[in-house]
């Protein structure tokens, strides 16, 4: 029997709309193949909505987003928009979304393919294997605390932001990241700077709390310029890690470099769970929106489509899909077939649309 799920896909700006057309293929197939009916529905966020309405997110848009089982989104921002006042930039539009819709975990993997391994600025030895998973808290921290902003005191310009989090901040992102080790390899590493900071002396403190609950699970805690280290030294260590807002925003960066390419790597933002256990979510690729390569169809769609798996696991329990997906993909990367920002030596270079045919041709192959 078909079941509709309901989508709301959000191109956004540079690259977006040409990597989201790629999922839209394999959602069409889904459709045919898989008895998997996707409710469609567009809109637009970043800086094509602030083209056609002079904001960054409006309020129609995010009344679909609240509407919608989960929201699948390309990428926002660009040159064209940086002279913009600070408040109708794109990247807030991106904010606020995250905000009302309370998506308050965001999930980065980082996970070396083996095909790409040689791809890594890092020895091979080092990154071989690596699968981890930052969990992000996103919607807390430096970036939303009050008192925030630009001021003249005597004469003097004063820039200032405040680091703020509650303690069910914290515990509700713990629990998420508790969760998730249970699912993975049972090990937890909670970043802080508690030698400096208040406010993670209390992070620290509640997953200290929290841990309690998960006996199972093994805990340790790191700073954060440790951690920064550590990821580059010896990443195999970690399984799954667990930070404020900004470090998480810094240290999945880094992660993600170690893979090779930003150009492969999805993300996941969840908020609580309903008394269904549904709950919000948006996905999408860490990669930005390339405005320099735009529209050109060299872009690599592959973070996109691996985001729209990341959808099928966690917001409609279609894990054998969701890893149908991330099989055809290691097998195109098998097959030597490349977009530029991957490009090795005796592989072969192929567009974006090239890199979508050739991912359904290998879907049609899994039993």
Same mark, same amino acid.
């Given at each position: 029997?078909?079941?509709?799920?309901?989508?709301?896909?959000?191109?956004?700006?540079?690259?977006?709309?040409?990597?989201?057309?790629?999922?839209?293929?394999?959602?069409?197939?889904?459709?045919?193949?898989?008895?998997?009916?996707?409710?469609?529905?567009?809109?637009?966020?970043?800086?094509?909505?602030?083209?056609?309405?002079?904001?960054?997110?409006?309020?129609?848009?995010?009344?679909?987003?609240?509407?919608?089982?989960?929201?699948?989104?390309?990428?926002?921002?660009?040159?064209?928009?940086?002279?913009?006042?600070?408040?109708?930039?794109?990247?807030?539009?991106l904010l606020k979304i995250r905000k009302e819709m309370g998506l308050f975990a965001n999930l980065r993997p980082a996970l070396v393919f083996d095909a790409l391994v040689g791809a890594s600025t890092l020895k091979e030895e080092i990154v071989k294997g690596l699968d981890i998973m930052i969990l992000r808290e996103l919607t807390g921290g430096i970036y939303f605390g009050q008192p925030r902003g630009i001021e003249e005191r005597d004469g003097v310009r004063f820039g200032f932001n405040?680091?703020?989090?509650?303690?069910?901040?914290?515990?509700?992102?713990?629990?998420?990241?508790?969760?998730?080790?249970?699912?993975?390899?049972?090990?937890?590493?909670?970043?802080?700077?508690?030698?400096?900071?208040?406010?993670?002396?209390?992070?620290?403190?509640?997953?200290?709390?929290?841990?309690?609950?998960?006996?199972?699970?093994?805990?340790?805690?790191?700073?954060?310029?440790?951690?920064?280290?550590?990821?580059?030294?010896?990443?195999?260590?970690?399984?799954?890690?667990?930070?404020?807002?900004?470090?998480?925003? =810094?240290?999945?960066?880094?992660?993600?470099? $170690?893979? *090779?390419? !930003?150009?492969?790597?999805?993300?996941?933002?969840? #908020?609580? %769970?309903?008394?269904?256990?549904?709950?919000?979510?948006?996905?999408?690729?860490?990669?930005?929106?390339?405005?320099?390569?735009?529209?050109?169809?060299?872009?690599?769609?592959?973070?996109?489509?691996?985001?729209?798996?990341?959808?099928?696991?966690?917001?409609?329990?279609?894990?054998?899909?969701?890893?149908? =997906?991330?099989?055809?993909?290691?097998?195109? $990367?098998? *097959?030597? !077939?490349?977009?530029?920002?991957?490009?090795?030596? #005796?592989? %072969?270079?192929?567009?974006?649309?090239?890199?979508?045919?050739?991912?359904?041709?290998?879907?049609?192959?899994?039993?």
């Amino acid at each position: 029997m078909s079941t509709t799920k309901k989508v709301l896909m959000l191109p956004g700006d540079g690259i977006g709309p040409e990597v989201m057309r790629q999922v839209q293929r394999v959602m069409d197939w889904m459709a045919k193949k898989r008895n998997v009916n996707f409710e469609i529905t567009e809109g637009l966020i970043g800086g094509a909505s602030i083209d056609a309405h002079n904001n960054p997110l409006t309020d129609e848009t995010l009344a679909d987003a609240m509407a919608a089982d989960a929201v699948l989104l390309g990428a926002v921002g660009g040159p064209k928009w940086d002279n913009l006042p600070f408040d109708i930039k794109p990247e807030r539009g991106l904010l606020k979304i995250r905000k009302e819709m309370g998506l308050f975990a965001n999930l980065r993997p980082a996970l070396v393919f083996d095909a790409l391994v040689g791809a890594s600025t890092l020895k091979e030895e080092i990154v071989k294997g690596l699968d981890i998973m930052i969990l992000r808290e996103l919607t807390g921290g430096i970036y939303f605390g009050q008192p925030r902003g630009i001021e003249e005191r005597d004469g003097v310009r004063f820039g200032f932001n405040t680091l703020v989090y509650s303690e069910p901040e914290v515990e509700r992102i713990a629990r998420v990241a508790f969760d998730m080790a249970m699912k993975r390899n049972k090990r937890l590493c909670s970043v802080d700077k508690a030698n400096v900071l208040e406010s993670t002396v209390l992070w620290r403190e509640v997953v200290e709390r929290v841990a309690k609950d998960f006996p199972e699970v093994e805990v340790s805690h790191m700073y954060v310029d440790n951690a920064s280290m550590q990821l580059v030294r010896n990443p195999k260590q970690f399984d799954v890690m667990v930070t404020t807002n900004m470090f998480g925003d =810094i240290l999945s960066d880094c992660a993600a470099m $170690l893979t *090779g390419s !930003l150009g492969m790597l999805p993300s996941a933002s969840l #908020g609580a %769970a309903d008394a269904s256990g549904a709950r919000k979510a948006l996905y999408e690729p860490v990669h930005g929106s390339a405005p320099d390569i735009a529209g050109q169809d060299i872009a690599n769609p592959l973070a996109t489509i691996l985001s729209f798996a990341m959808m099928l696991r966690y917001s409609f329990d279609m894990g054998d899909d969701a890893t149908m =997906i991330e099989t055809a993909v290691q097998n195109v $990367l098998k *097959g030597g !077939l490349r977009t530029a920002d991957i490009m090795q030596p #005796g592989m %072969a270079k192929v567009s974006t649309t090239v890199m979508g045919e050739s991912l359904i041709n290998e879907l049609v192959k899994i039993p």
